[in-house]
T-cell receptor
Framework: DAGITQSPRYKITETGRQVTLMCHQT?????MFWYRQDLGHGLRLIYY???????DKGEVPDGYVVSRSKTENFPLTLESATRSQTSVYFC????????????FGQGTRLTVV | AQKITQTQPGMFVQEKEAVTLDCTYD???????LFWYKQPSSGEMIFLIY??????QNATEGRYSLNFQKARKSANLVISASQLGDSAMYFC?????????????FGTGTRLTIIP
């Protein structure tokens, strides 16, 4: 099916473990974004990518790593999860252009215990 | 500094009334885009409306319109004849070009509750 999908939808992990959230889009959009959503903070940009092998930091990149070896995939890795990284994570994709809207995945609810 | 500011954490509006959700933004770019998204309790992000920085007319999409005041750097969302299904979180966002890359930044959101 065409679209943008995130996996897993729900994840519980322990402090200190590495965890990877997956994001896959089928539109061949140039841009992909990762956000975290926390009460009172809205959506905060973690990392974004303009194309394969091009990534850039957003507002809250510390503790996260991204890669984009293929246009359609943009995994987000928490190298050593902390409780403060408990959040809902959204991936989005869009075409080039400040006039193009972003399409969002369903979100991943991550709990770090 | 906040790029997108939404000063209304929550709003309660009577059904069928119009409602305005405030959004101000900060950018030094001349070319940028402004977006509004809706997030119902189910969690998905739904695109509502777009306004370009060079657009002279305010954008409209059905019951949604965007009150764009460029000099004030504001892009308020107006929902006419509100319905119960409009109860949701609403996010304002800005897309700007930062050193050749296009960043998409969101505000903190406004939770709108429509009262029957």
């Amino acid at each position: 099916d065409a679209g943008i999908t995130q996996s897993p939808r729900y994840k519980i992990t322990e402090t200190g473990r590495q965890v990877t959230l997956m994001c896959h889009q089928t539109w061949s959009h140039s841009y992909m974004f990762w956000y975290r959503q926390d009460l009172g903070h809205g959506l905060r940009l973690i990392y974004y990518s303009a194309a394969a092998d091009i990534t850039d930091k957003g507002e809250v990149p510390d503790g996260y790593v991204v890669s984009r070896s293929k246009t359609e995939n943009f995994p987000l890795t928490l190298e050593s999860a902390t409780r403060s990284q408990t959040s809902v994570y959204f991936c989005a994709s869009s075409e080039w252009g400040t006039n193009t809207e972003a399409f969002f995945g369903q979100g991943t609810r991550l709990t770090v215990v | 500094a906040q790029k997108i500011t939404q000063t209304q954490p929550g709003m309660f509006v009577q059904e069928k009334e119009a409602v305005t959700l405030d959004c101000t933004y900060d950018t030094s770019d001349q070319s940028y885009g402004l977006f509004w998204y809706k997030q119902p309790s189910s969690g998905e992000m739904i695109f509502l409306i777009y306004q370009g920085s060079y657009d002279e007319q305010n954008a409209t999409e059905g019951r949604y319109s965007l009150n764009f005041q460029k000099a004030r750097k504001s892009a308020n969302l107006v929902i006419s004849a509100s319905q119960l299904g409009d109860s949701a979180m609403y996010f304002c966002a800005m897309r700007e070009n930062v050193f050749g890359n296009e960043k998409l930044t969101f505000g903190t959101g406004t939770r709108l509750t429509i009262i029957p």
